[in-house]
Nanobody, 115 residues
């Protein structure tokens, strides 16, 4: 059974940075494409970024391109999201998932951007 556990969220001022982590277990992480999705208050799930199994293919939503960096460490079964220049509209619960629709996502980690 696949288990994904996100961590690293918090409260940051506009312009700040955070690094989210996702620990994966219960499936072959090293051969799986992975994604980050987020859900803002009162909104649906929004795809943020995806990375292929060997990190050769990386895609970002236009809203986070040039600010966020997705990466992974297959030796540690870990997925990461470095978020820079955070803005209030980045406030959301962030989830790692097995696809762009949020399948198999964990409990999420709250990111709040506010002064």
């Amino acid at each position: 059974q696949a288990v994904l556990v996100e961590s690293g969220g918090g409260l940051v001022p506009p312009g700040g940075s955070l690094r989210l982590s996702c620990a994966a277990s219960g499936f072959t992480f090293s051969t799986s494409s992975m994604s980050w999705v987020r859900q803002a208050p009162g909104q649906g799930l929004e795809w943020v970024a995806s990375i292929s199994a060997a990190s050769h293919g990386i895609l970002y939503a236009s809203s986070v391109k040039d600010r966020f960096v997705i990466s992974r460490d297959n030796a540690k079964n870990m997925l990461y999201l470095q978020m820079n220049n955070l803005q209030p509209n980045d406030t959301a619960v962030y989830y790692c998932a097995k696809d762009t629709k949020g399948s198999g996502r964990g409990q999420g980690t709250q990111v709040t951007v506010s002064s």
